[in-house]
């Protein structure tokens, strides 16, 4: 176990659906991120967030929306998605330097 | 492009040999990380060696790093069926705020073969 949480483990949605992944930290980390994992692609960064705040948005789609309420909890909402976005997505956090991710969330678009 | 690419995309030893990757980035960096991924699963962080470091030991691990060439590797001794996945370089880039523009590589896949 990471200290990273993610829910659910495995997601099927169509495309016309709104789901929405949840991530937990209880490791007092103040900075999250969603990465996203294709095959046959390098792990991409979407967002990051320190303190709560959202300080990098790597050009992620609005149909993907990031929540952050609190240090410990990051959301991933997900509406009107395409096929192309299905993946495994990764939740994780960090002290400042390395990272420490989740078992992450596949997600597939119906 | 991505900032780290590691060669060789996969790779293929008996139990007990030793593994070797390479991973070469574009831009300077304040430091250079490894991390393991088995199958389906996250990443775990593995040893990160600093900019003005050459050499880095773990257990079994070994990480070298040269900024010159922009380059560093991985060197897995003594390799076991448990090494079996995908080992992916990460930099982090000079002049951002640590940790927060951490960019991975495509990764080599390691099949340890008892």
Same mark, same amino acid.
């Given at each position: 176990e990471t200290g990273v949480t993610q829910t659910p483990r495995h997601l099927v949605m169509g495309m016309t659906n709104k789901k929405s992944l949840k991530c937990e930290q209880h490791l007092g980390h103040n900075a999250m991120y969603w990465y996203k994992q294709s095959a046959k692609k390098?792990? *991409?960064?979407? @967002?990051?967030?320190? @303190?709560? *705040?959202?300080? *990098?948005?790597? /050009?992620?789609?609005?149909?993907? /929306?990031?929540?952050?309420?609190?240090?410990? #909890?990051?959301?991933? #909402?997900? #509406?009107?998605?395409?096929?192309?976005? /299905?993946a495994l997505y990764l939740c994780a956090s960090s002290p400042g330097l390395t990272i420490y991710f989740g078992e992450g969330s596949w997600l597939t678009v119906v | 492009s991505q900032q780290g690419e590691e060669d060789p995309q996969a790779l293929s030893i008996q139990e007990g040999e030793n593994a070797t990757m390479n991973c070469?980035?574009?831009?300077?960096?304040?430091?250079?990380?490894?991390?393991?991924?088995?199958s389906g699963r996250g990443l775990v962080h593995l040893i990160l060696i600093r900019s003005n470091e050459r050499e880095k030991h773990s257990g079994r691990l070994r990480v070298t790093l040269d900024t010159s060439k922009k380059s560093s590797s991985l060197l897995i001794t003594a390799s076991r069926a448990a090494d079996t996945a995908s080992y992916f370089c990460a930099t982090d880039p000079f002049g951002q705020a640590a940790g927060n523009k951490l960019t991975f590589g495509g990764g080599t896949r390691v099949l340890v073969k008892p």
């Open positions: 390098p792990l *991409e960064l979407m @967002f990051v967030y320190n @303190f709560k *705040e959202q300080t *990098e948005n790597n /050009s992620v789609p609005s149909r993907f /929306s990031p929540e952050c309420p609190n240090s410990s #909890h990051l959301f991933l #909402h997900l #509406h009107t998605l395409q096929p192309e976005d /299905s | 070469s980035y574009k831009t300077s960096i304040n430091n250079l990380q490894w991390y393991r991924q088995n």
